[in-house]
């Protein structure tokens, strides 16, 4: 079952060891093959289990990770539209880069992620340290307010239009 308790979703994760993963993401699947919701990822404290493991599923990229640490992130966008199983119903702007390198116990010469794709892996990630889309949840000023990022530019002359789709 998908867990809808914010408060549960920050309690800390634990790192898991490669043994106790192989069972995590067996359950991950099939909750998420089963969610009437329908999503593209999950992690383990999304089903009630406080480890490190998500699993990622899109018609592009299938990716098991245990233990994921996003090391470098670049060209940070707005991402219209996230979503969480865990806050169903609910679609927000946050605030997400466009290409991330991770590392993990499953990759550990690393991955390099753009776009769509690394917007899943980062809220998947975020989920692992306690981080909720709403945490990341920005308003899109108009275009000669400040900008969304803390620049101090207006927003047209910094991140207008810059939006990852």
Same mark, same amino acid.
């Given at each position: +079952?998908?867990i ?6 920050r309690?800390?994760?634990?790192e ?7 069972? @995590?993401?067996q /359950? ?7 969610s009437?919701?329908?999503?593209v990822?999950?992690?383990a404290?999304?089903?009630? &289990?406080?480890? /490190?493991?998500? @699993?990622?599923?899109?018609p ?5 990770l245990?233990n ?12 219209g ?11 927000i ?11 993990? &116990? +499953? ?13 899943? @892996? ?8 306690? &981080?909720?889309m709403?945490?990341r949840? @920005? /308003? ?5 307010d ?7 530019k207006k927003?047209?002359?910094c ?5 990852? /789709?």
């Open positions: +079952m998908i809808t308790d914010l408060d549960f979703l309690k800390p994760c634990r898991a060891s490669i043994l106790e993963a192989g069972d @995590i993401i /359950k991950l699947e099939e909750e998420l093959h089963n009437l919701i329908g999503g990822g999950l992690s404290n999304q089903i009630g &289990i406080l480890k /490190k493991v998500c @699993i990622i599923r899109t592009k990229l299938s990716l098991d245990v994921p640490i996003i090391l470098e992130q670049y060209d940070l966008c707005s991402f539209g996230d979503g969480c199983l865990s806050i169903p119903g609910v679609y702007t946050t605030q997400r880069y466009n290409e991330i390198f991770l590392k993990d &116990i +499953m990759h550990p010469n690393g991955i390099i992620a753009v776009g769509l794709e690394a917007v899943i @892996i980062e809220h998947e990630c975020d989920h692992l340290n306690n &981080i909720l709403i945490d949840q @920005i /308003k899109i000023p108009k275009q000669n400040k900008c969304w990022c803390g620049s101090e927003y047209k002359k991140h207008f239009g810059k939006e990852i /789709k």
